[in-house]
């Protein structure tokens, strides 16, 4: 299972970015999935989460903001971010965790890092 993300940029505060998380490989189902952020020097922290079934939950400081979607079909994840803010500078992670055979439990994979870089 590979999880490959794209989107990462660079732009000016006020400005909109969208990311994109793909899932590949023997996938039976997918469950939550997830987006993280690590800004230099601080804490990785979770930014937003979405279930199977579309439930989402957010981080305080993108409550607003950013936007969490899936694609089940395309085993792809979404997170729109508008109003961006230079706070909102980090590495982007994706994170879903996936059972990829009927009977065996999910397990949480992890897409490649992409930069968000936000200036003021």
């Known amino acids: 299972v590979q999880l490959q993300a794209y989107g990462g940029g660079l732009v000016q505060a006020g400005g909109s970015l969208r990311l994109s998380c793909a899932a590949s490989g023997t996938i039976f189902t997918i469950n939550t999935m997830r987006w993280y952020r690590q800004a230099p020097g601080k804490q990785q922290e979770l930014v937003a989460a979405?279930?199977?079934?579309?439930?989402?939950n957010y981080a305080d400081s993108v409550k607003g903001r950013f936007t969490i979607s899936r694609d089940n079909a395309k085993k792809t994840v979404y997170l729109q971010m508008n109003n961006l803010k230079p706070e909102d500078t980090a590495v982007y992670y994706c994170?879903?965790?996936?059972?990829?055979?009927?009977?065996?439990?999910?397990?949480?994979?992890w897409g490649q890092g992409t930069h968000v870089t936000v200036s003021s």
């Open positions: 979405i279930t199977g079934d579309g439930s989402t």
């Open positions: 994170n879903a965790d996936i059972k990829v055979y009927r009977g065996v439990m999910s397990r949480g994979y």
